[in-house]
Structures are given as structure tokens and as C-alpha cells.
């Protein structure tokens, strides 16, 4: 607010007197809406800054933060408008208009339009290529491909789409109500994913299947049985949810699979695996994903059961190493569960990637047990001591498997990880391949794989196999039952007697992985790949011995765990992964944030600053609060109500500054035209003006003739940089207060800067926010005394936005005490940073007067 826009308040003719008991209420009702009005201007910055963490990704969310951060924030805006139109009726109403607008344009991506519906309840794999992939997901889209293109055997089956996800969960609003529940789940810690997982399970295992879908289900194991020509049949049900299985983003075990199911159990199977959609490891790797809730649409493949010979997962190239040039087959007797869970040791083999395809190397581990089918389920039994040492494959038949994913990947064009079956006949079927999730870095070198332990201290472990490469240190934690995952500490190193994939939901949590059982091919070790934390599997005794709480670091490369912190190793380890980067999610409130974060309105003085401009909901919180406080403190003048008018303060300093009383910021009334700095109560106006004159300001630093020539420029060639007043320290500056409020709006010489404090005993709601702009000298100079400023009040735990040489500083949520101490900072920079501009490129002189102050300041607190 220039001085100019003061000026026809500052004398003339006033409106008639009117009633002083209607004046008296007339201002209390402006009080009252001015108070709506800054609470939700509160609100509507502690939004923003909820938005912009969230979009430094350093924590994952979920739409259901999305949509909640932005309606809310819409809503809070709304009220600006509402309560600003009270003030001032019909004045601002074009303000509604630029409000719609901008709401329509930020309503696509935190409101998309509904995934399309429509399609068969049913399909059968051989009918089913990539292009279903949105009706089957794609796991069986893979499959359907690789079938009916490549002719690779698979499992016959049919696949229950998405179209009898989506009636299921329509049906008596099923999805309505989850979608109830997620919004109203505080999702932060591991507990509230472990109530909200628990209570949406058990929602849709409850929850009837539509006629029509039970009906399609039926019907198609039918077909299938009568096919297959086996009137016992049982099948593998198999998750195959929409956005699984992708490229950087797998999924692997996150979702429930039923095997060896018969007809009986065929209806609460499919249940069991469409609430898995919400079991906690599944919740946790979609918020760390940055997945979108409504683009999971539950598809399950059932396909005829393969009671299994030997199993496993065969990795077309090495996930860790780029370079290597072998195919690994990764097996164990009986079904391909006890590779992916991690629940058995595995034989290797090692086949080379040119024709003709050969054995390179196998590595016989000794296998005690494996799973089988029963009459209903699996169980997992003993191994015959004979069988646990012989190789689960023979070398042909490891060939066969490499030269099938190989087949998969060339077909494709990408490495790939692929689950297998030998079935009694020797026939090699393929239950799942998806894109092979590799570290973005390849294992470390030799010289570093294989440190001198001695030189990093004591070696509490070593041995296993480096299935996620990297370095990390904490304190160990260790699991072994559900209840425990409740407690597990952020940065703690994760220690498992297997490594199971329901673990995966700790990983987002955790620094390190180390398991006792478990593979290079297992389900958890692809997501510790995937999250880039280092893992550490099949190392024996880890649980026993290494002591809970106690730090260690975990080089997976070098294949050892090391007593406390080594500074040497974790020098070498990459940044996190920060895996909401790019995401859907993260997408959604990066777009709406271009329509809510960006500041255009800066210049309350220029021409350009009108509602009709505002383009984002920081635009219309800016100049709404602008003309808020332009509001109030024109009543006490335009109606000639001495209780509202503006006072001078009376202060012993040079420049002059006036005072609007809100509310009870005097003590007593003050009808003259006077106020002395000792009939003030505003506790954060008092804040203020003891660090504005607790140091008598020393005057402008010394210019030289390039900083003076700079000003003068800038002073006749901008038009719209005018100087507050033709002599200095004649500028007028004014307060609005109460007892826990203040608005200072101030000039100085070139450059003009607000201040708005509340402070009370109440710390939920205090905030001190700063607005700085403007300068004499040309803009590299105000620029860089504007970081100036930012890098001394970030110094006093203020959070700052910065552009060019505008400068926002925002303070909130802090005690009584600790608010007050921060204005006095406050004050002592208003005043001290004043023409510090001119000076700006001279950086001995400022780093000088920037030690010289943080003295003062010191002393000052």
C-alpha cells in the first residue's frame, strides 16, 4: 500500500457522523469478518505450505492429501473473498469470477474424470493380448501375449476384469464407503495404514458379490474344468491389478494370491485377493509410489493349478550388474512360492545369454523345504535328505528355462523377470514375467566389494548375498511377528528371519535390509531394489546376533555388517530415491499447485495490482489481504469515529508512524489525535518496536560510485519506483492492533515491507508473516539484499519463499515466548536492512555487517 492511496483519508472532507452507537456496531461487525478473514488467511498459508512440502517429496501422500489439501484450501480462500466482501459489499466482486476460474482450472487433476467402464465380466487368456490391458492388467496381458504371440505354454485360465471389479464395487456403494475411510484416516504412521488396511479388508471379504459377477465367475471355471477335462479342478488365483507389473513399478508381492483353490472356495478367494488392494504392505507402496487409489481396478487371473515338480524365477540379466552376461535361474523344489517368499535357500544356475545357450555355473544350496499342493491350499513340508542337496533342475532343463525368458525379453525388448513351473511332465509353464526391476547402480567394484574390514572397525557379520546394493546405517530393529511392524523406527535397519514380501510395507521406513533367509529373486529383495535400499539376505544368526537398538552400518556390497558408524562407507552411498518424483500422484498436485503457489501480484503500488490480474489463489490471498487491511483502517477516518481513527504515535524517533486501534490494543480509550507508546497493549506491536529501536540504526552503509550510480538509474529510469516522501524519514507508516495482533505496513525511502503478527497464549494459532519488496538500486543489487534478508531470518526458524526481490517469511505455531523473541528479530531487520541494497555487491562490507548484527541480535534476545 503506497502513501498515495493513504493520502485521501489524511484530510478532506468526511462523511456525516451518523450515530456513535451505530458506528460503535457498524466497526464491531467489520472487527468481527476482519477476524473470519485473517483466521482463514492463516488457514490458507498453512495449506500452501503443506502443498509445497509435498512437493519437495521428501514424504509420500496419497490423492485422499490432494484432494483434502486443495478443497480445503479452496474453501479457505472462498472465505478471503466472503469476509472481504463484508467489508467492503459489492466493492471486490469481481474477485468471485477470478475464484471460478482458477477452481475450474485446478479441478482436472485433483478431480479426474472416471477411469472408462464397459467390457466383459470374464475373458479367457487365450483370447487376451497387451491391448486388454486395461481390462485384465498386466500380468495377464503379458501372459495373453507371450501365449497367443510368442506361443510360450502357460496355464489355461481366464482372467475376472476390471469391469466385475468396478460393479463389485459399486454394488450397495461399497466404493463410497472405502473411499469415506480413506479420507477420514489420519495415513501417517504405520498404525493408522494397520487400522484402515484391517478395517477396508474386512469391508470387502463381508461385502456380497453382484449376481451377475458370481454368476460370470461360475460359469467360467465351468468352461474351464470341462477343458481341461479334470472334474477335481482346482486353479492358481493370481492378482493382476491395474498398474502392476509395470516397469518401475512392480508391485512385487504387494497383492494376495490363492493357490490350489477349489470351486467352493472360488467366490471368497477372489474377495480375499480384491481386499488384498488394501493390504498394509500394498497401502504403504502405493503412498511411496505416488499411485492413485482409483487407477488400482482388482483384476484376477484364475488359471488351471500346476502342482509343480521344481519352481522358481529366472532373471534374464543380473539386476545388479548391467555387464554381466549370464541368465539366472533361481530354483527349488515344489512350487515357486518358497523363491519369491523367500522362505528357502535356492539353487543358482547361471546359463549364458548367446546361442547356443550353455550352463556357465550352477551353485546347489541345501533346500529342507518346499511347498506342494493339498486337497485345499498348500503346505509346506520337509525335503528327503537325499533331495535336499541334489540339484532341483537338470542342466537341460535350466537351459530351457533361460532360453524361454530370453525369448520373453527379446520379444518385449526389455530384461525380464519371470516365474516359472516345472510340471511333471517336464514341461516348463510360465506363470508371470514382468520388466526386471535393476539397481540404477551397478554392485560396487572389486577393490571396494571386498574392504579391508579391519580398516572399518569391528565386523559384527559377514556373508549372505547382496540382493539391493548400497551402504546405510542404523539402529537395528528386529521383526519377527506383525504386532512389531506397529513400532518400527524411521531409519532403522530392518532385520527378518525371511524375507517375506509382507515386510515390504517397513521399507519405505527403513534404511537397510537384512534377512536371515531369502534370495537375489525374491519378491522383497525387488522391492528393496525398487526403493534403493541397500539388502542384505541369507545371512545366517542375523536376528540373534545383532542386538536391538544397537547402530550398525550394513554394506551390502562388501556382504558385511559393521559395528556403529562408518563415516568412510556411508560417504560412498547415493542420495534416497525419491520415488514420488514423477508419480501420478505427485503429478496431480504439482499441476494444481501451478494454479495456487505462484506469486504475480508483488507491487501493491503498481498499476497492475487489481483483482481483475489475480491468476492463483496466492494472487487473491495477497491482494485480498491488502484490501482487508485497506478496509479497516479507512472506517475510523471516512466516518469521523475518533475510537477507529488513525493516531500518531508518539515515540521520540524521526519517522513518523500512526496506529489504528482494532479492538483493544489501548488501554482505555483514546479520542485524541495521539497515542503514547505506554497506552499501547498490543503485546506484538510492543514486540516489534522493541527490536525496531532496540539499536539505533547507524545509517546507510557506505556507497561506492558504481552502488550510487546504480540508483540514480534506477530512480529515473523505472516510473513506478517513487520514493514514500520528498524528505526522508517523512514517510507515514501505520499499525492496526490489538491486544494479540498487529499489521505494520511500512516505506522506506525505496523499498516497503509488512509485517502481521498474532501471538497469544494459544500456540496453535500464532504466526508472525513478512512481506519485503523494492529497493533503490537496480535489481541484482535488491535481489541479492533480499537473500540477505531471507538468509537472516531463516537463521530465527522462519520458512521463506524468495523471487527475485520479493521476499515472504512466514513464522507460525510456536509458543508465547518464543513468538515474541522472533518479532523483536524482526523489528532489528526492518530497520537495519534498510538501503542495504546499494551496497549489496560489495561482500567484505556485508559479511561484516552481517556478523555485526547477528551480535546485535544475539544480545538483543
Given at each position: 500500500?503506497?502513501?498515495?492511496?493513504?493520502?485521501?483519508?489524511?484530510?478532506?472532507?468526511?462523511?456525516?457522523?451518523?450515530?456513535?452507537?451505530?458506528?460503535?456496531?457498524?466497526?464491531?461487525?467489520?472487527?468481527?469478518?476482519?477476524?473470519?478473514?485473517?483466521?482463514?488467511?492463516?488457514?490458507?498459508?498453512?495449506?500452501?505450505?503443506?502443498?509445497?512440502?509435498?512437493?519437495?517429496?521428501?514424504?509420500?501422500?496419497?490423492?485422499?492429501?490432494?484432494?483434502?489439501?486443495?478443497?480445503?484450501?479452496?474453501?479457505?480462500?472462498?472465505?478471503?473473498?466472503?469476509?472481504?466482501?463484508?467489508?467492503?459489499?459489492?466493492?471486490?466482486?469481481?474477485?468471485?469470477?477470478?475464484?471460478?476460474?482458477?477452481?475450474?482450472?485446478?479441478?482436472?487433476?485433483?478431480?479426474?474424470?472416471?477411469?472408462?467402464?464397459?467390457?466383459?465380466?470374464?475373458?479367457?487368456?487365450?483370447?487376451?493380448?497387451?491391448?486388454?490391458?486395461?481390462?485384465?492388467?498386466?500380468?495377464?496381458?503379458?501372459?495373453?501375449?507371450?501365449?497367443?504371440?510368442?506361443?510360450?505354454?502357460?496355464?489355461?485360465?481366464?482372467?475376472?476384469?476390471?469391469?466385475?471389479?468396478?460393479?463389485?464395487?459399486?454394488?450397495?456403494?461399497?466404493?463410497?464407503?472405502?473411499?469415506?475411510?480413506?479420507?477420514?484416516?489420519?495415513?501417517?504412521?504405520?498404525?493408522?495404514?494397520?487400522?484402515?488396511?484391517?478395517?477396508?479388508?474386512?469391508?470387502?471379504?463381508?461385502?456380497?458379490?453382484?449376481?451377475?459377477?458370481?454368476?460370470?465367475?461360475?460359469?467360467?471355471?465351468?468352461?474351464?474344468?470341462?477343458?481341461?477335462?479334470?472334474?477335481?479342478?482346482?486353479?492358481?488365483?493370481?492378482?493382476?491389478?491395474?498398474?502392476?507389473?509395470?516397469?518401475?513399478?512392480?508391485?512385487?508381492?504387494?497383492?494376495?494370491?490363492?493357490?490350489?483353490?477349489?470351486?467352493?472356495?472360488?467366490?471368497?478367494?477372489?474377495?480375499?485377493?480384491?481386499?488384498?488392494?488394501?493390504?498394509?504392505?500394498?497401502?504403504?507402496?502405493?503412498?511411496?509410489?505416488?499411485?492413485?487409489?482409483?487407477?488400482?481396478?482388482?483384476?484376477?487371473?484364475?488359471?488351471?493349478?500346476?502342482?509343480?515338480?521344481?519352481?522358481?524365477?529366472?532373471?534374464?540379466?543380473?539386476?545388479?550388474?548391467?555387464?554381466?552376461?549370464?541368465?539366472?535361474?533361481?530354483?527349488?523344489?515344489?512350487?515357486?512360492?518358497?523363491?519369491?517368499?523367500?522362505?528357502?535357500?535356492?539353487?543358482?544356475?547361471?546359463?549364458?545369454?548367446?546361442?547356443?545357450?550353455?550352463?556357465?555355473?550352477?551353485?546347489?544350496?541345501?533346500?529342507?523345504?518346499?511347498?506342494?499342493?493339498?486337497?485345499?491350499?498348500?503346505?509346506?513340508?520337509?525335503?528327503?535328505?537325499?533331495?535336499?542337496?541334489?540339484?532341483?533342475?537338470?542342466?537341460?532343463?535350466?537351459?530351457?528355462?533361460?532360453?524361454?525368458?530370453?525369448?520373453?525379453?527379446?520379444?518385449?525388448?526389455?530384461?525380464?523377470?519371470?516365474?516359472?513351473?516345472?510340471?511333471?511332465?517336464?514341461?516348463?509353464?510360465?506363470?508371470?514375467?514382468?520388466?526386471?526391476?535393476?539397481?540404477?547402480?551397478?554392485?560396487?567394484?572389486?577393490?571396494?566389494?571386498?574392504?579391508?574390514?579391519?580398516?572399518?572397525?569391528?565386523?559384527?557379520?559377514?556373508?549372505?548375498?547382496?540382493?539391493?546394493?548400497?551402504?546405510?546405517?542404523?539402529?537395528?530393529?528386529?521383526?519377527?511377528?506383525?504386532?512389531?511392524?506397529?513400532?518400527?523406527?524411521?531409519?532403522?535397519?530392518?532385520?527378518?528371519?525371511?524375507?517375506?514380501?509382507?515386510?515390504?510395507?517397513?521399507?519405505?521406513?527403513?534404511?537397510?535390509?537384512?534377512?536371515?533367509?531369502?534370495?537375489?529373486?525374491?519378491?522383497?529383495?525387488?522391492?528393496?531394489?525398487?526403493?534403493?535400499?541397500?539388502?542384505?539376505?541369507?545371512?545366517?544368526?542375523?536376528?540373534?546376533?545383532?542386538?536391538?537398538?544397537?547402530?550398525?552400518?550394513?554394506?551390502?556390497?562388501g556382504h558385511t555388517v559393521f559395528d556403529g558408524r562408518v563415516e568412510e562407507l556411508l560417504a560412498r552411498a547415493r542420495a534416497p530415491k525419491n520415488l514420488m518424483l514423477g508419480s501420478p500422484v505427485y503429478s496431480a498436485l504439482e499441476e494444481a499447485a501451478r494454479h495456487i503457489l505462484p506469486l504475480t501480484l508483488?507491487?501493491?503500488?503498481?498499476?497492475?495490482?487489481?483483482?481483475?490480474?489475480?491468476?492463483?489463489?496466492?494472487?487473491?490471498?495477497?491482494?485480498?489481504?491488502?484490501?482487508?487491511?485497506?478496509?479497516?483502517?479507512?472506517?475510523?477516518?471516512?466516518?469521523?469515529?475518533?475510537?477507529?481513527?488513525?493516531?500518531?504515535?508518539?515515540?521520540?524517533?524521526?519517522?513518523?508512524?500512526?496506529?489504528?486501534?482494532?479492538?483493544?490494543?489501548?488501554?482505555?480509550?483514546?479520542?485524541?489525535?495521539?497515542?503514547?507508546?505506554?497506552?499501547?497493549?498490543?503485546?506484538?506491536?510492543?514486540?516489534?518496536?522493541?527490536?525496531?529501536?532496540?539499536?539505533?540504526?547507524?545509517?546507510?552503509?557506505?556507497?561506492?560510485?558504481?552502488?550510487?550510480?546504480?540508483?540514480?538509474?534506477?530512480?529515473?529510469?523505472?516510473?513506478?519506483?517513487?520514493?514514500?516522501?520528498?524528505?526522508?524519514?517523512?514517510?507515514?507508516?501505520?499499525?492496526?492492533?490489538?491486544?494479540?495482533?498487529?499489521?505494520?505496513?511500512?516505506?522506506?525511502?525505496?523499498?516497503?515491507?509488512?509485517?502481521?503478527?498474532?501471538?497469544?497464549?494459544?500456540?496453535?494459532?500464532?504466526?508472525?508473516?513478512?512481506?519485503?519488496?523494492?529497493?533503490?538500486?537496480?535489481?541484482?543489487?535488491?535481489?541479492?539484499?533480499?537473500?540477505?534478508?531471507?538468509?537472516?531470518?531463516?537463521?530465527?526458524?522462519?520458512?521463506?519463499?524468495?523471487?527475485?526481490?520479493?521476499?515472504?517469511?512466514?513464522?507460525?505455531?510456536?509458543?508465547?515466548?518464543?513468538?515474541?523473541?522472533?518479532?523483536?528479530?524482526?523489528?532489528?531487520?526492518?530497520?537495519?536492512?534498510?538501503?542495504?541494497?546499494?551496497?549489496?555487491?560489495?561482500?567484505?562490507?556485508?559479511?561484516e555487517r552481517r556478523e555485526r548484527m547477528l551480535k546485535d541480535i544475539r544480545e538483543l534476545l
Amino acid at each position: 500500500m503506497t502513501l498515495r492511496d493513504w493520502l485521501p483519508f489524511l484530510g478532506g472532507k468526511k462523511k456525516a457522523l451518523g450515530d456513535a452507537a451505530a458506528l460503535r456496531v457498524e466497526f464491531s461487525s467489520r472487527y468481527h469478518h476482519f477476524k473470519l478473514f485473517l483466521n482463514a488467511n492463516n488457514s490458507v498459508h498453512e495449506l500452501m505450505t503443506d502443498i509445497e512440502e509435498g512437493l519437495r517429496g521428501t514424504r509420500p501422500f496419497g490423492m485422499h492429501f490432494v484432494r483434502a489439501v486443495c478443497t480445503r484450501l479452496s474453501t479457505a480462500v472462498f472465505q478471503l473473498v466472503k469476509h472481504l466482501d463484508a467489508l467492503a459489499p459489492g466493492k471486490y466482486a469481481e474477485l468471485y469470477a477470478r475464484f471460478d476460474e482458477i477452481q475450474k482450472q485446478i479441478n482436472p487433476s485433483v478431480f479426474p474424470d472416471k477411469a472408462r467402464t464397459g467390457g466383459p465380466l470374464i475373458l479367457r487368456l487365450r483370447e487376451v493380448g497387451r491391448e486388454h490391458v486395461d481390462l485384465v492388467g498386466p500380468k495377464m496381458a503379458h501372459l495373453g501375449e507371450i501365449k497367443n504371440r510368442l506361443g510360450v505354454t502357460i496355464p489355461r485360465g481366464f482372467v475376472i476384469t476390471a469391469e466385475a471389479y468396478r460393479r463389485f464395487m459399486a454394488e450397495n456403494d461399497l466404493q463410497v464407503e472405502i473411499d469415506r475411510r480413506i479420507q477420514a484416516a489420519e495415513v501417517v504412521a504405520t498404525e493408522d495404514i494397520f487400522n484402515l488396511s484391517s478395517s477396508v479388508q474386512q469391508l470387502i471379504v463381508a461385502a456380497p458379490l453382484p449376481a451377475e459377477v458370481e454368476e460370470a465367475i461360475l460359469t467360467a471355471f465351468d468352461i474351464l474344468r470341462d477343458s481341461e477335462q479334470i472334474p477335481d479342478l482346482h486353479v492358481a488365483m493370481r492378482s493382476s491389478a491395474l498398474a502392476e507389473d509395470l516397469v518401475d513399478a512392480s508391485f512385487a508381492g504387494q497383492y494376495r494370491s490363492k493357490l490350489n483353490v477349489s470351486e467352493e472356495e472360488l467366490i471368497s478367494a477372489y474377495k480375499l485377493i480384491v481386499a488384498s488392494k488394501y493390504s498394509l504392505q500394498a497401502i504403504a507402496y502405493r503412498l511411496q509410489r505416488g499411485i492413485r487409489e482409483e487407477d488400482v481396478a482388482m483384476c484376477v487371473g484364475c488359471m488351471s493349478m500346476v502342482d509343480a515338480v521344481a519352481g522358481g524365477v529366472t532373471y534374464s540379466r543380473n539386476p545388479l550388474n548391467a555387464h554381466d552376461e549370464a541368465v539366472q535361474v533361481h530354483a527349488a523344489w515344489g512350487l515357486p512360492k518358497a523363491v519369491v517368499d523367500g522362505s528357502t535357500e535356492v539353487d543358482i544356475y547361471l546359463v549364458s545369454r548367446a546361442a547356443p545357450h550353455r550352463l556357465m555355473r550352477r551353485e546347489i544350496a541345501e533346500k529342507h523345504t518346499r511347498y506342494a499342493c493339498l486337497h485345499e491350499g498348500t503346505c509346506r513340508m520337509e525335503v528327503t535328505t537325499l533331495d535336499a542337496s541334489r540339484p532341483c533342475l537338470t542342466d537341460e532343463e535350466a537351459v530351457e528355462v533361460a532360453r524361454v525368458a530370453l525369448a520373453i525379453e527379446e520379444f518385449y525388448g526389455l530384461p525380464q523377470d519371470v516365474e516359472w513351473a516345472l510340471a511333471p511332465d517336464g514341461t516348463v509353464e510360465i506363470l508371470q514375467c514382468r520388466p526386471l526391476t535393476t539397481s540404477e547402480e551397478d554392485a560396487l567394484g572389486a577393490e571396494e566389494v571386498v574392504p579391508e574390514d579391519a580398516r572399518f572397525g569391528t565386523v559384527l557379520l559377514k556373508g549372505g548375498v547382496e540382493a539391493s546394493p548400497g551402504v546405510a546405517a542404523g539402529p537395528v530393529y528386529v521383526v519377527r511377528k506383525d504386532a512389531d511392524v506397529l513400532a518400527f523406527p524411521r531409519g532403522a535397519v530392518l532385520v527378518v528371519a525371511h524375507a517375506l514380501p509382507r515386510w515390504a510395507a517397513l521399507l519405505t521406513r527403513a534404511a537397510a535390509l537384512v534377512a536371515e533367509q531369502g534370495s537375489l529373486a525374491g519378491h522383497l529383495a525387488t522391492v528393496a531394489r525398487e526403493f534403493g535400499k541397500p539388502a542384505l539376505v541369507g545371512l545366517k544368526d542375523a536376528a540373534s546376533a545383532l542386538e536391538p537398538g544397537r547402530m550398525v552400518t550394513v554394506d551390502a556390497g562388501g556382504h558385511t555388517v559393521f559395528d556403529g558408524r562408518v563415516e568412510e562407507l556411508l560417504a560412498r552411498a547415493r542420495a534416497p530415491k525419491n520415488l514420488m518424483l514423477g508419480s501420478p500422484v505427485y503429478s496431480a498436485l504439482e499441476e494444481a499447485a501451478r494454479h495456487i503457489l505462484p506469486l504475480t501480484l508483488l507491487d501493491p503500488g503498481s498499476p497492475d495490482f487489481r483483482a481483475r490480474n489475480c491468476r492463483t489463489f496466492h494472487d487473491i490471498t495477497r491482494y485480498s489481504h491488502e484490501k482487508a487491511v485497506w478496509e479497516m483502517f479507512r472506517f475510523g477516518t471516512e466516518h469521523d469515529f475518533p475510537q477507529a481513527a488513525a493516531k500518531q504515535l508518539v515515540c521520540g524517533v524521526r519517522k513518523q508512524f500512526w496506529v489504528v486501534n482494532l479492538d483493544d490494543g489501548f488501554a482505555g480509550e483514546v479520542l485524541e489525535p495521539f497515542v503514547r507508546v505506554d497506552q499501547i497493549t498490543s503485546i506484538p506491536m510492543l514486540e516489534l518496536w522493541k527490536g525496531m529501536n532496540a539499536v539505533p540504526w547507524e545509517g546507510p552503509p557506505p556507497v561506492h560510485a558504481r552502488g550510487f550510480l546504480s540508483v540514480m538509474f534506477e530512480a529515473t529510469a523505472n516510473p513506478e519506483l517513487e520514493p514514500a516522501t520528498q524528505a526522508e524519514f517523512a514517510a507515514k507508516n501505520y499499525f492496526m492492533i490489538s491486544k494479540h495482533y498487529v499489521s505494520l505496513q511500512s516505506r522506506f525511502g525505496f523499498h516497503f515491507c509488512t509485517v502481521e503478527a498474532l501471538v497469544s497464549e494459544r500456540a496453535s494459532e500464532n504466526y508472525i508473516a513478512f512481506q519485503f519488496k523494492g529497493g533503490a538500486a537496480n535489481m541484482e543489487r535488491r535481489v541479492l539484499r533480499a537473500k540477505f534478508v531471507a538468509d537472516m531470518l531463516a537463521e530465527f526458524d522462519f520458512g521463506i519463499r524468495l523471487r527475485e526481490d520479493s521476499l515472504t517469511a512466514r513464522l507460525e505455531d510456536r509458543e508465547q515466548t518464543f513468538m515474541e523473541q522472533r518479532l523483536r528479530v524482526l523489528g532489528y531487520l526492518v530497520i537495519h536492512t534498510r538501503q542495504l541494497d546499494m551496497a549489496m555487491t560489495d561482500a567484505a562490507a556485508i559479511a561484516e555487517r552481517r556478523e555485526r548484527m547477528l551480535k546485535d541480535i544475539r544480545e538483543l534476545l
